[in-house]
């Protein structure tokens, strides 16, 4: 983080002796490997901690971990990442592939590429065809960079002479349970606040952010909003890798960097020589038994020091440098509107596509066969599109030319599932499309009468553009002879300026909806910066309780992108039940709602009970009615074993606020278990209802007890809505608006014929 990569070579060279020999063999590494080679590795200081990092394909590739190679694709790659505060010593590719049976050996060949340098070749012998071959490459750390990219390439042959390069013989396939062994090494870091977050958060580890948060003693309800802003925060910046905060009082961790909290009455015992502070100050100091483990400390005459500190971190982040940094001041000016997170879709306006990037060259794709364009559509769970029309898509793109018309399409694709396809002409090298997502009523498709699925928005949802080209088929001619053609790579370009259209829509959701929570934070979320949220805590928290308030509030600045700068926090419930809010409960539920008919469950020490709904259905399969979902029985059972819970209800105060509570039986192991399964994407995926269970056999859901909305629709959409959902009801509805009108056309006939009659009389 001090001193360039390049140069950290050096310092990591002079930290041991090399002598010549090693030197000229790491010189005349060989370039074509097969089976288990020597591997090199850098000299290491004795005294610098050495961790050993596993990386699987499983972690590294895209979805499903393994890859195949095709003629037409014949490249595939993983990325990973090394922490600024590490440099690697030893590298070790580990590959586990099964080649073509009908690919010809010598001449097929896996070459292996790390940053555009070629670091390994492993030719196809006979033996190998068709069978699954375990080989090692050994990779000289020298090549190893901050970010890392290896590549992948098969040159695959099937035929001495007259090749098909789009032939389906043409393959080799790398299984998931490839990976890199990696062996790293601790560097010495300086005193400098201009590298932060470095090295508390490293954007280039692709590991979940494990980062403590020490205390004195049990923080009181000021310190703990300071740590609960401050991870909210650290989650703004993992986006997707997850976070987890464990919270100890007066120790810290063992090999981890640790933030700390600490005012001058009240320090932990390995900071009581530090001066007395006078301002809110942040300072980052090495570890007192670790010089290679950081302490990021977050320092105050008060507890409205520490709040103001970290205030400070999460809006001038910019301004840090040096070792020490004080906090002259913070205002928070105009407050934040609503549904206007930054990792969400503007739901006020169009939303181009520059916006919903989130690395640089998303938009483009390169290959014989381009990969997929992929972007990520996050939108707010209160999203009102029943009866929508339709989403309108503004979409320019630029390809190469084909080489004649052949076919080649552009096809879209939302969550899977197909939208539109465009021809790719070989006239023209741009294309402009104004499209219109089709919503819940579904599409048919006159020519072939398909019907294709009606398309749900979720909360995450996937959007696809796959450039398919016709592929070149090789033949003979008359004269026995063969017509090659090399395949040209093609380039695309989705254009930024492309934009989608979600204004216009009204807010209103069926609650309680505990998927809504679990993956975007709502109803919380509703204002990026939790204004209108407020947490209760226990009177005496413990340290699992604490570092359950943190990883929730992380888990939501991960999902809007921005700090809970304005949350608010109490531990007195008769001041949090007079103000209208949505209430988050950590560790407890008040007395005086505990017997409330509204709460599907309770988990405490002694017992826990939970309500059996009539019907136990998926909801986001089959809805349940509100007879099904009606509270059958309640059963109370004690048990040794770990248990938590999560329950959504409405507010008892408030018609239009909801309660989100997160229980445990009290052991360190339930609270570890809830932890768990909200740092878990694929568990909190299985969180829906009003109940979700966490025991150690996994997660459970059931929606019971009544439902209520929340947001505004006008009476003739809501009846609309209700309706749509019965549809004896609309047709019954439908009838009598039939007979009424004919009704009323009968009338008016006999009235314009009276007129008429009374007209020739006179």
């Known amino acids: ?53 596993q990386l699987s394909f499983a972690q590294l590739a895209p979805p499903p971990g393994s890859m195949t190679l095709r003629g037409t694709r014949t490249t595939g790659q993983i990325e990973f990442g090394v922490r600024s505060d590490e440099v690697v010593t030893r590298a070790l590719l580990n590959l586990s592939f099964r080649p073509s049976p009908a690919l010809l050996p010598t001449l097929s060949q896996l070459k292996v590429y790390l940053n555009d340098e070629l670091v390994g070749l492993i030719t196809l012998t006979p033996e190998q065809l068709g069978k699954e071959i375990q080989t090692q490459l050994s990779i000289d750390p020298r090549y190893i960079a901050d970010f890392n990219r290896v ?33 790293l090494q601790k560097l010495p870091l300086k005193n400098d606040l201009s590298h932060f977050p470095e090295p508390f958060f490293d954007t280039r580890d692709t ?37 987890r905060f464990p919270v100890l009082y007066n120790q810290l961790p063992q090999q981890q960097h640790a933030v700390v909290f600490a005012t001058n009455d009240a320090r932990p015992d390995f900071l009581k020589d530090l001066p007395p502070v006078t301002k809110p100050t942040v300072e980052i100091v090495s570890q007192p038994d670790n010089p290679y483990e950081k302490m990021l400390l977050i320092l105050g005459r008060n507890d409205e020091d520490l709040l103001t500190t970290v205030q ?34 503007r739901t006020d306006r169009r939303t181009t596509f520059a916006e919903l990037t989130q690395y640089e060259n998303q938009l483009q794709s390169d290959g014989v066969q381009p990969n997929p364009v992929s972007l990520t559509l996050n939108l707010p769970p209160d999203l009102f599109l029943v009866r929508a029309r339709g989403i309108d898509m503004d979409l320019s793109y630029r390809y190469t030319a084909p080489f004649q018309s052949d076919g080649s399409r552009l096809a879209v694709n939302l ?35 398909l019907l294709i699925p009606a398309l749900r928005l979720g909360v995450v949802n996937q959007l696809r553009f796959d450039f398919d080209y016709a592929n070149i088929t090789i033949s003979g001619n008359a004269d026995g002879r063969c017509e090659t053609a090399t395949p040209i790579t093609h380039h695309v370009v989705v254009d930024d300026n492309s934009s989608i259209d979600f204004s216009g829509y009204r807010h209103y959701i069926e609650m309680p909806s505990l998927r809504a929570w679990a993956n975007a934070g709502f109803p919380f ?14 009177p005496k928290p413990d340290a699992e309780q604490v570092s359950t308030l943190l990883n929730t509030l992380g888990n939501m600045g991960a999902q809007t992108g921005y700090p809970a700068l304005r949350v608010q926090l109490t531990d007195d419930w008769a001041t949090a039940k007079k103000q209208d809010v949505d209430l988050l409960m950590i560790g407890v539920i008040p007395k005086d709602l505990q017997d409330d008919q509204r709460i599907p469950a309770l988990v405490d020490a002694t017992a826990s009970w939970l309500k059996e709904p009539v019907r136990r259905i998926t909801p986001e399969v089959n809805p349940q009615s509100q007879r099904e979902q009606a509270a059958e029985s309640t059963t109370t059972i004690s048990s040794r074993g770990p248990l938590a819970t999560v329950i959504g209800f409405q507010s008892p105060f408030y018609d239009q606020r909801s309660v989100v509570a997160l229980l445990a039986d009290g052991t360190p192991r339930s609270w570890q278990l809830l932890n768990e399964a909200m740092g878990d994407s694929g568990k909190r995926g299985t969180m829906s209802g009003s109940t979700v269970v966490i025991r150690e056999s996994g997660v459970n859901s059931l929606r019971v007890g009544e439902s209520y909305y929340v947001g505004h629709l006008p009476w003739w959409e809501r009846l609309w809505s209700l309706l749509s959902v019965h549809p004896f009801w609309l047709a019954l509805c439908a009838l009598f608006v039939v007979v009424l009108f004919a009704l009323m056309t009968w009338r008016l006939m006999r009235i314009i014929t009276r007129r008429r009659l009374l007209d020739e009389d006179e």
């Not at 090399?18 to 060989?30: H, I, M, N, R, V």
């Not at 703990?224 to 925060?233: D, H, N, P, T």
């Not at 989650?235 to 976070?243: A, C, F, I, L, P």
Request: aromatic fraction near 6%; charge should be neutral; include cysteine.
């Open 1 to 53: 983080m001090t001193i360039p990569r390049v140069n950290r070579w050096f310092a990591a060279l002079l930290l041991g002796s090399a002598t010549l020999s090693c030197a000229a063999a790491q010189e005349d590494a060989p370039a074509n490997i097969a089976g288990v080679t020597p591997v090199q590795s850098l000299p290491q200081d004795n005294g610098a901690p050495l961790r050993n990092s």
């Open 151 to 183: 590549r992948f390439e098969l040159v695959g042959h099937y035929a001495n002479v007259c090749e098909n390069p789009a032939n389906s013989a043409i393959w080799l396939d790398i299984g998931k349970q490839s990976g890199i062994d990696l062996t």
């Open 207 to 243: 590991r979940p952010l494990t980062l403590p948060m020490v205390f004195s003693a049990q923080p009181d309800v000021t310190q703990q909003r300071a740590a609960a802003i401050l991870a909210s925060w650290f989650g703004s910046k993992t986006g997707w890798r997850g976070q």
């Open 312 to 345: 400070g971190i999460a809006q001038g982040e910019l301004l840090l440098r040096g070792d020490i940094s004080t906090i002259d001041s913070v205002k928070l000016l105009s407050p934040r509107q609503a549904y206007d997170a930054p990792n969400w879709v």
């Open 415 to 449: 969550n899977n599932q197909f939208i539109q396809d465009y021809p790719l002409p070989p006239k023209n090298t741009t294309g402009q499309q104004l499209l219109h997502i089709p919503l819940i009523q579904g599409m048919l498709d006159k020519s072939h009468e």
């Open 525 to 538: 979320s509703r204002y990026a910066d939790l204004a209108q949220t407020l947490v209760l805590m226990p």
